[in-house]
């Protein structure tokens, strides 16, 4: 029997999932007991906001199942729209968590991206914490790889060889979506997450910001401050007053609807 979503709400140009962390994973697993896959796009700032500029980017967001709420402005925006967004979802913390979802369910799972040597070390460390989790394989692909059509086709096939149930892709957006797209069609079965930095986190190449930090959506101060030469002109010139713009047009939203 189909799963019915839970409530969305319309954000910039995407639909995002009224759904908490637990709620992702427990979506999943009875997808995988069903034989069902899926693909899930963490929505921060920049992703809703490339998706807003650009029609195909949106495009590529919405094929996949589940779009949830990873930055608190999204959060915020929802609720302000009148739908109850419990949380933020990370990709960082679903690494973890669809992991341990894996090993309960004796799932396997495939790491893709981070420089070389990092996702066999975050592959260890997820090993580590949930005993019984099966790595189907790992693979840094060399910078580039997705404008060479012979690159991309290597990086799909070690993929469909490992037969994971789950992968991670750590690639940046969009260059981690389309390739979604392209593994998908071999592995319907498999569940993807496009997990951005969520691979070298795991391995401990930086922390996370503080439980409070985070709950606060300030964690884009502590990455900013870890990265600032890369990070700046996109947190502070771009998705900062895209932000506000969200938070504008969902608080006009509400208003236009309880008129």
Not at 56 to 82: K, N, T
Not at 166 to 179: A, D, H, T
Request: one cysteine or more; charged letters at 25%; a positive charge.
């Amino acid at each position: 029997m189909p799963q019915i979503p839970p409530p969305h709400v319309r954000v910039g140009a995407v639909d995002v999932w009224s759904v908490s962390e637990s709620g992702v994973a427990d979506h999943v697993a009875r997808a995988w007991q069903q034989g069902e896959g899926g693909a899930i796009v963490t929505a921060n700032v920049d992703i809703v906001r490339a998706a807003t500029r650009t029609p195909g980017l949106a495009a590529l967001v919405a094929e996949s199942e589940m779009v949830v709420a990873d930055g608190m402005p999204v959060v915020w925006a929802g609720r302000l729209a009148g739908v109850r967004v419990p949380e933020r979802v990370t990709g960082a913390s679903l690494v973890f968590t669809l992991s341990e979802a894996a090993a309960r369910e004796g799932r396997s799972v495939y790491l893709l991206g981070g420089d070389e040597g990092i996702p066999e070390k975050a592959a260890e460390v997820l090993r580590a914490r949930y005993p019984g989790l099966r790595i189907a394989g790992t693979d840094s692909p060399p910078f580039g790889f997705d404008t060479d059509p012979a690159a991309t086709a290597e990086a799909v096939a070690k993929v469909v060889q490992g037969k994971p149930d789950l992968v991670l892709v750590g690639l940046g957006f969009p260059k981690q979506e389309r390739l979604i797209r392209l593994l998908r069609a071999e592995l319907p079965q498999a569940w993807f997450l496009g997990c951005g930095a969520g691979i070298p986190m795991a391995a401990g190449e930086f922390r996370r910001a503080s439980g409070v930090v985070q709950k606060m959506g300030a964690e884009w101060l502590h990455r900013l401050a870890l990265e600032p030469r890369r990070l700046a002109k996109r947190y502070l010139r771009d998705d900062l007053p895209f932000a506000f713009r969200l938070l504008s047009d969902a608080l006009r939203l509400r208003f236009s609807r309880e008129k």
